[in-house]
């Protein structure tokens, strides 16, 4: 059953990437894309931290 759980957190984290993406970067070129990514990445790994710090 987890593997079936992960699956479905990383098709909805896949999707809210792709639409944050075509939000903020509409018509902008690449570099805007891969500084998302870089944004979001930085806001799960504080997220794992504090969840992990609260263990």
Known sequence: MSNVCDKAHAMILLSYVQRRIAKQCREKD????LE???????????????EISTL
Do not use: F, M, Q, Y
Not at 30 to 33: G, L, M
Not at 44 to 49: D, K, M, S, T
């Open 30 to 33: 690449i570099e805007c894309a």
């Open 36 to 50: 998302e990514i870089e944004k979001i990445k930085a806001s799960i790994e504080e997220i794992l931290v504090n």
